[in-house]
């Protein structure tokens, strides 16, 4: 292995009765962005709801303006006894919501000597939806249907006019019943809607946790998988290096076995370390033994069994680099030697680590002092063509390897790039931004 370090890198209608019970309105949704041909179209204006805010406001105000209407309709625009009790019932609504209860009662004066209908209704409708008490519901039913069937004044009423008097009994009972009717047809509305919401947030939590359990059964299937195939067999092969380490008479022989019995302890210690998360809950983000970082590259590539040329310029020595891509550098340059191994046995290798290309652009701009936080890392693995010497060794492949490391480098917000090169070898070369975007489990 050879050494040599590098140059610094280069640079709701109106109208409706009372709507403030009601649960708010969601705010409009914003237009949708310009995006692919596949997206949806953006919804109609028309079809858009207005503000929570605007809806908050309409629900209080329409309603008085509808019951200073009738009180002017019904009693004319002169000034009296009959049209001052209308108006202020009708301006009693402002603090319906507030005080249901006593601008209900405020507003009885107005049907029984104004005769308008809408000030108390919606009164006794706030009252049916914010105070659903049956008491307090049957008195203020009876309060209004008395004042709806007695008249104004009460010396005009005729005990003898029976067909009169029973059409105008029934009148006020719907108009007293139906308020209420609809009040209390609102807030279960309101009720269901909040159970239903309970019920979909607790269906989501039951699915969560099916789906956590099943994972947590796969893993430990896995792990004992792993542990029963791949342990037993690595083990076997630590054992056979170690007595091969002992008999060989030959110094040549005896490293070679010293290096593979430490190859495979290095390799239970790792397997033990992944059984230890699959078996774990939530072991993607617990890390049971410590991980392999940039200063264990010189150990890594000593072991290979390769000739490697390791290029660096500190970047493995300065601490400015997330674990997460330490960690993901030094397994790609695991892969990749592993890919020398069994496609280029025989093959110069080269491998360097080296902070990315970022300062140049921050200095265009001129801000010289943002360079060193736009600076990532950048790894490359370069070997040559193979020895038409050499033996290959038939390791087994899956044919995944490059997609794994292309995929724990955009979890990370970095790239990875591989392919063939002119002088028929292959190069792999991975960057990553100063300060990762993890986007999924990049461990």
Same mark, same amino acid.
């Given at each position: 292995?050879?050494?040599?370090?590098?140059?610094?890198?280069?640079?709701?209608?109106?109208?409706?009765?009372?709507?403030?019970?009601?649960?708010?309105?969601?705010?409009?949704?914003?237009?949708?962005?310009?995006?692919?041909?596949?997206?949806?179209?953006?919804?109609?204006?028309?079809?858009?709801?207005?503000?929570?805010?605007?809806?908050?406001?309409?629900?209080?105000?329409?309603?008085?303006?509808?019951?200073?209407?009738?009180?002017?309709?019904?009693?004319?625009?002169?000034?009296?006894?009959?049209?001052?009790?209308?108006?202020?019932?009708?301006?009693?609504?402002?603090? $319906?919501?507030?005080?249901?209860?006593?601008?209900?009662?405020?507003?009885?004066?107005?049907?029984?000597?104004?005769?308008?209908?809408?000030?108390?209704?919606?009164?006794?409708?706030?009252?049916?939806?914010?105070?659903?008490? $049956?008491?307090?519901?049957?008195?203020?039913?009876?309060?209004?249907?008395?004042?709806?069937?007695?008249?104004?004044?009460?010396?005009?009423?005729?005990?003898?006019?029976?067909?009169?008097?029973?059409?105008?009994?029934?009148?006020?009972?719907?108009?007293?019943?139906?308020?209420?009717?609809?009040?209390?047809?609102?807030?279960?509305?309101?009720?269901?809607?909040?159970?239903?919401?309970?019920?979909?947030?607790?269906?989501?939590?039951?699915?969560?946790?099916?789906?956590?359990?099943?994972?947590?059964?796969? $893993?430990?299937?896995?792990?004992?998988?792993?542990?029963?195939?791949?342990?037993?067999?690595?083990?076997?092969?630590?054992?056979?290096?170690?007595?091969?380490?002992?008999?060989?008479?030959?110094?040549?022989?005896?490293?070679?076995?010293?290096?593979?019995?430490?190859?495979?302890? $290095?390799?239970?210690?790792?397997?033990?370390?992944?059984?230890?998360?699959?078996?774990?809950?939530?072991?993607?983000?617990?890390?049971?033994?410590?991980?392999?970082?940039?200063?264990?590259?010189?150990?890594?590539?000593?072991?290979?069994?390769?000739?490697?040329?390791?290029?660096?310029?500190?970047?493995?020595?300065?601490?400015?680099?997330?674990?997460?891509?330490?960690?993901?550098?030094?397994?790609?340059?695991?892969?990749?030697?592993?890919?020398?191994?069994?496609?280029?046995?025989?093959?110069?290798?080269?491998?360097?680590?080296?902070?990315?290309?970022?300062?140049?652009?921050?200095?265009?701009?001129?801000?010289?002092?943002?360079?060193?936080?736009?600076?990532?890392?950048?790894?490359?693995?370069?070997?040559?063509?193979?020895?038409?010497?050499?033996?290959?060794?038939?390791?087994?492949?899956?044919?995944?390897?490059?997609?794994?490391?292309?995929?724990?480098?955009?979890?990370?917000?970095?790239?990875?790039?591989?392919?063939?090169?002119?002088?028929?070898?292959?190069?792999?070369?991975?960057?990553?931004?100063?300060?990762?975007?993890?986007?999924?489990?990049?461990?």
């Amino acid at each position: 292995m050879t050494v040599s370090p590098l140059p610094p890198p280069r640079s709701s209608p109106p109208g409706a009765p009372d709507a403030s019970g009601t649960p708010g309105a969601s705010p409009a949704a914003s237009p949708a962005p310009a995006s692919s041909p596949a997206s949806p179209p953006p919804a109609p204006a028309s079809r858009r709801r207005p503000p929570q805010r605007v809806m908050r406001w309409g629900s209080l105000i329409v309603p008085v303006l509808l019951a200073i209407a009738d009180a002017l309709l019904v009693n004319g625009v002169t000034l009296g006894l009959e049209l001052n009790v209308s108006l202020v019932a009708a301006a009693a609504l402002l603090v $319906r919501r507030k005080l249901p209860a006593l601008v209900f009662l405020v507003t009885l004066p107005g049907i029984l000597i104004g005769y308008v209908w809408f000030a108390p209704m919606i009164a006794l409708y706030t009252v049916a939806r914010l105070r659903p008490d $049956r008491r307090l519901l049957g008195i203020s039913a009876l309060l209004l249907a008395a004042a709806h069937f007695i008249p104004w004044p009460v010396s005009d009423f005729e005990p003898t006019a029976y067909r009169e008097n029973t059409l105008t009994l029934i009148d006020a009972c719907v108009t007293s019943v139906g308020p209420i009717a609809l009040g209390l047809l609102v807030r279960t509305r309101g009720e269901l809607a909040a159970r239903i919401e309970d019920l979909t947030r607790s269906r989501r939590h039951a699915d969560e946790l099916i789906a956590e359990q099943v994972l947590s059964t796969e $893993r430990a299937r896995l792990a004992r998988e792993m542990h029963d195939v791949v342990a037993h067999q690595v083990s076997l092969i630590s054992l056979q290096a170690g007595a091969v380490q002992i008999s060989a008479e030959d110094a040549k022989a005896r490293e070679g076995a010293r290096t593979i019995r430490e190859l495979s302890v $290095r390799t239970l210690d790792e397997l033990r370390h992944m059984v230890g998360i699959l078996r774990a809950a939530g072991g993607d983000h617990e890390e049971l033994t410590p991980q392999p970082r940039l200063a264990d590259l010189p150990r890594l590539i000593e072991l290979s069994a390769l000739d490697v040329d390791f290029e660096t310029d500190s970047a493995t020595q300065r601490p400015g680099h997330s674990e997460a891509v330490e960690r993901a550098a030094f397994r790609i340059v695991q892969e990749a030697l592993t890919n020398v191994r069994k496609h280029a046995p025989g093959a110069r290798v080269t491998v360097r680590v080296n902070d990315a290309e970022g300062a140049a652009h921050e200095a265009a701009h001129g801000a010289a002092h943002g360079a060193e936080e736009t600076r990532g890392l950048r790894v490359e693995v370069r070997n040559g063509p193979p020895d038409a010497s050499a033996v290959a060794p038939g390791l087994p492949g899956g044919g995944h390897g490059l997609v794994g490391l292309r995929e724990r480098a955009q979890l990370l917000g970095g790239t990875l790039e591989a392919g063939p090169t002119e002088e028929g070898g292959f190069v792999v070369r991975a960057d990553f931004p100063k300060t990762p975007r993890v986007t999924g489990p990049a461990a």
